[in-house]
């Protein structure tokens, strides 16, 4: 059982897990009332809460578990991170590869069907290199000036 999944206390389901569900009570508990009606309810569970009480007064137990919160906040900002950079690097790469589909649509269209290797070419291509190569679709005459290390537009002058 989920300690979220908790059911309501007096549903059928909590009544069919009675002990489980009030264990599942102690763990949850926010607060000392919480704590408290189930020690009164039962010995164990005064014991428990005894038992919890004397290791809360403990200041070794204390920085433990301050570590331990410390610790799972560090993980939490770590991981929130992570996500953070992998969505940035999933849309990067998503522009990139409709920025690729969108110029072999082009050069389709102007030449005709696009051979593997200047798919595989395009495909490696980045972001600048496929937004000059769309501006050359639109006055190159064969799919090698699109493609291809054009030396008039590296030439000075133009």
Request: proline share 4%; charged share 35%; no cysteine.
């Amino acid at each position: 059982m989920e300690l979220p999944k908790l059911p309501a206390r007096g549903s059928a389901e909590y009544d069919r897990e009675a002990n489980l569900a009030h264990w599942a009570r102690f763990f949850r508990a926010v607060d000392d009332a919480d704590l408290e009606e189930l020690a009164m309810s039962d010995p164990v569970f005064d014991k428990a809460k005894k038992v919890l009480d004397e290791l809360s007064a403990d200041p070794y137990a204390r920085r433990i578990a301050s570590m331990r919160e410390e610790g799972l906040a560090m993980y939490q900002m770590e991981m929130n991170e992570a996500r953070r950079k992998g969505k940035l690097e999933g849309k990067l790469e998503g522009k990139l590869e409709g920025e690729a589909g969108l110029l072999v649509r082009l050069i389709e269209h102007r030449f005709g069907t696009l051979p593997e290797i200047a798919r595989e070419t395009i495909a490696k291509a980045s972001s600048e290199q496929i937004a000059q190569w769309a501006l050359r679709v639109q006055s190159a005459a064969t799919l090698d000036e699109v493609l291809g290390q054009q030396e008039a537009e590296d030439a000075p002058g133009k």
